[in-house]
């Protein structure tokens, strides 16, 4: 019997078909290179917390405060959960509740707005995120987005330029953190301009929460407002999202999550998250941020070596942007060919970029995953040759098989944590 087989016994006895595509997508995780920067690999305690009898809990409210009896064990999970997060990052209250970063965002402005007041965040395709003003999301359509950019010559933050926005547009909500920007954020600066302005700075960590909770990233706490976070990304735990803030904004917080963004927290979930903010402190994660940076760095210096073009040439922190217009490509095509070569990235606008933001120009590559599965400093080298040569290749099925078949070997000798 395989060994996906026995992990959900339960499962292939009620429901063969939903059974063996959860094996098949452990297979895929297995034997593929995860370079997709906002994905990582939760540890089997963490999925043990998440696959628990938690998820028959209702807990509306918070600990102590609930709308339901038969929390008892519920209060001391979360409350868990939170000093676990308030020691990892300094702050003084963590709402642990939000189901993923969107609702954590969603709820962090709730607790500093009103509908149509003014938001001044990242613009998405110069990295930021469609939570941070995008007019597709509750972000741009409950409140007013501005945005600010990177510039064009160094495509890096400005911060004149936000500067010179933030007075300009008087945002209640300054938003800073991005998806796809490879460069560290100045958050003193920030925070002066967000107080030059009165407003609130507000900073999304969801990318770099793991590599800020390791000590590779500075951290937001000391200066924001307000810092939400996911938690599935390079801080390695369940999916869900985080908010952490001084005490002076808890109620408002929480009582922007529930009531008002959410309705009962998922409390295994909240387990999960408690579990991998616990790992933190232990032996097995140190120096793992450093090494997602190092990595990244060394992955980065392979690809320009190999003539690739990268957005701001370079990165400090987890993950880095390959610009496709000099060879002529686009996205959508690459990240095909990739999911063929057994290589996991995902296709993403750049600064600037005229293309589709269906079939943009950049690729998105990072190294969490991989990191997480043990790669140092060799993998990256050879990781860089694999996808020049699929690139430079594109189109041609036996370079296609021939990376793919070494991907694989390179998955078979740093194995997940699941077999
Ligand atoms: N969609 C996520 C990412 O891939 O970066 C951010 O929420």
Redesign the pocket.
Known sequence: MAIAEQRLSALHQADPELASLLEAELDRQQYTLEL????NVASPAVLEAVGSWLTNKYAEGTPGKRYYGGCEFVDQIETLAQERACALFGAEHANVQPH???SANLAAYMAFCQPGDTILGLDLSHGG???HGSPVSFSGIFYHAEFYGVSRETEQLDYEEIRRRAHEVRPRVLVAGA??YPRIFDFPQLAEIAHEVDAVLMVDM??FAGLVAGGAHPSPVPYADVVTL?TH?TLRGPWGGMILSPEEHAKAIDKAVFPGAQGGPLVHAIAGKAAALRAWGQPEMEGYAQRVVANAQRLAQGLLQEGLRLVSGGTDNHLMLIDLRPLGLTGKAVQEVFDRARITV?RNSIPFDEASKFNPSGI?LGTPAITTRGMGLEQMDEIAALISRTIHNLGDGAVEREVAARARILCEAFPLPYR
């Open positions: 997709i920067p906002s994905e993923c970063g969107s995120h469609l939570t998806s796809a969801a990318h996911t990304k995902n998105r």
